[in-house]
Each structure stands twice: as structure tokens, then as C-alpha cells.
């Protein structure tokens, strides 16, 4: 089983640039049977930061990796320290308009499933149904010790019980919901205990460096095989995770489909790449396809409070 490294690349010279044409990925999603695979490009809109495109989170954020977090309390008092705090800005993130037209697609049937990498819950708050977490989600709580979940809003209540006036000022919140401080602000930061058995607590999402839950890849393996066509959406592909199904359906022989303003490491297997901000290239594809898109709030992902 491949693991989930932060990886770097360089974009092939020789692959041809993105496209502004809408057109192909509408063909496809009229056809119907595709299948969504979607990163945190599709999120930047809601105000949740990319890793990779500009600006980044990883150009000033190292992601916390799984050997990290189980070799050592203090890494764990960081992390929960940050995501503590991170995990109130990133509850009141909204879907956007891209959320909303996937959503759209799903309920008009044209779907074969969702696949997301992100852990924001912004298509479960869209109305998608039925969402592959690929690498888990934010809202949920694991222990390491006894395997019981827990929700995430528990564990905030406990942890401000714990930590009365933890109240610093964070310099970013990145795409996993951890906010960047420093070690003064995390330094006497206390971190409790699973409830049930007094073992360590992790959220229910796959760190870098620890791998996929393998019946969760079998699962996504499948929606590749029952599907037309796969649809990325804000993805760089860099990691294996969510390449593995670009390529796998290439292999295949069904068209693959990228909208994603940068360049990314599937392009070599794909037969078109849109190169637009995902919230009004998809906006234009609902036009094309006569799907209006939901104008009513949203709500959002979670209620960290």
C-alpha cells in the first residue's frame, strides 16, 4: 500500500498548455457516468488554502506526518495546539460555487460518484451524497489505543475545558486545518485523552506518510471501473493517492478530464486540461448543460462550536 508523501515535481515541457474551453468536460458530464475526483483546488474559493498553487500552503508549511504525531507528545501538543485553533476558521467555511454545481450534477444524475482528497466536508455541506473521503475527514476523531470515534466538536469542548484563554493569533490556517504558530504559542497547550480508554487521540484523516485504509482504495478502484469518464477538479495530482485513478482509468481506456489552473501530474493522461478558477469554469459548464445552481445558503462543513 503507497503511502501519502509530500512529493515535488516538475511540469513536463512538452505537454501542451491548459485550455479555456469549457466544451469537452460539458460533453462528458452530459453523457453521464463521471467520476469526480477532487483536491483542495476546489476549496480555495471557500477560503481554505491550496497546498501547491499559488500561494501555496506548502511553500511556508510542513504538513504534520504520521511518524510525527505517534513519535512524541510534544509533536502532538503542536498539532493539536494548531488545529485546535484552525478548526474554528475552518468551520465556518462555506461550499462555493464549485462545490455547488458538483452537487448540481449529482442530483441531475450524471455522476458516477465523488472522490474528494480534501478534509473540509464543503460537498457533504453542498449536498453531494455519498462522498469518498479519500483521506478522511476533520470532523471526526480517532483513538489509536482502543479504535472508538468520537466527534471533533467533543474534543474542542474538552480541549477549551483544558485550555481556558488559549485564545493566540494565527498567521495562516492551511488546507488540513492546522493554523501556523509558533512554539512560544503552543508551548503549556494541554491535550487530553481519549474519554473511553485514556489513549492517544488523532483525527480520523490520513497524515502524510501514513496510508489510504486499503478497502477504501478497493472501494474508489471500483467507482473507476463502473464509471464513463473521470473529472478532476483542483487537484495537482502530486501525490500517488489520487493519481492512481487518473491512471488507472487512462489505462482503461476512459477519457480523463482536468480542470485546474496549474499544470498537473496527471496532464500526460489526459485528454483536455481547463485551465480556469474552478468556481467559474464550472458555473459556465452547469450554464451549458441548462443546470441552475442552488443560490440558497449553505451550510457549513462543520460547527466547531
Excluded at 478497493?218 to 477538479?233: I, K, P, T
Amino acid at each position: 500500500m503507497r503511502m501519502r508523501p509530500t512529493l515535488s515535481w516538475t511540469p513536463a515541457e512538452d505537454l501542451p498548455p491548459g485550455t479555456t474551453d469549457v466544451g469537452p468536460v460539458a460533453d462528458a458530464l452530459r453523457a453521464g457516468g463521471v467520476l469526480v475526483v477532487s483536491g483542495a483546488g476546489l476549496s480555495t474559493e471557500s477560503g481554505i488554502p491550496d497546498y501547491r498553487g499559488e500561494g501555496g500552503s506548502l511553500s511556508r508549511h510542513t504538513p504534520m506526518t504520521y511518524q510525527d504525531f505517534i513519535g512524541g507528545a510534544q509533536a502532538r501538543r503542536r498539532y493539536w495546539a494548531r488545529s485546535h485553533l484552525g478548526w474554528r476558521t475552518f468551520g465556518r467555511a462555506r461550499p462555493n460555487a464549485g462545490h455547488r454545481a458538483v452537487a448540481a450534477f449529482g442530483r441531475r444524475g450524471l455522476l458516477a460518484g465523488v472522490i474528494t482528497q480534501n478534509v473540509d466536508g464543503l460537498h457533504q455541506g453542498a449536498g453531494s451524497q455519498d462522498v469518498v473521503e479519500l483521506h478522511g475527514s476533520l470532523d471526526r476523531v480517532v483513538c489509536l489505543s482502543c479504535g472508538a470515534f468520537s466527534p471533533r466538536r467533543e474534543l474542542a469542548r474538552r480541549l477549551e475545558e483544558a485550555n481556558p484563554g488559549f485564545e493566540p493569533v494565527a498567521a495562516a490556517i492551511n488546507p488540513d486545518g492546522d493554523a501556523d504558530l509558533t512554539d512560544d504559542q503552543v508551548r503549556g497547550f494541554r491535550v487530553v485523552p481519549c474519554a473511553g480508554c485514556g489513549g492517544i487521540l488523532k483525527p480520523d484523516v490520513v497524515f502524510f506518510g501514513e496510508a489510504v485504509p486499503p478497502g477504501r482504495v478497493q472501494h474508489c478502484r471500483a467507482l473507476v471501473d463502473g464509471a464513463a469518464s473521470l473529472l478532476v477538479l483542483g487537484s495537482s495530482l502530486t501525490v500517488m493517492s489520487g493519481l492512481r485513478f487518473v491512471r488507472q482509468a487512462a489505462e482503461s481506456g476512459k477519457p480523463v478530464l482536468i480542470v485546474n489552473r496549474d499544470a498537473t501530474r496527471g496532464d500526460q493522461h489526459a485528454v483536455t486540461r481547463v485551465a480556469l478558477p474552478l468556481g467559474a469554469a464550472l458555473t459556465s459548464i452547469a450554464g451549458r448543460l441548462g443546470i441552475p445552481l442552488d443560490s440558497a445558503p449553505t451550510c457549513a462543513a462543520y460547527r466547531p462550536r
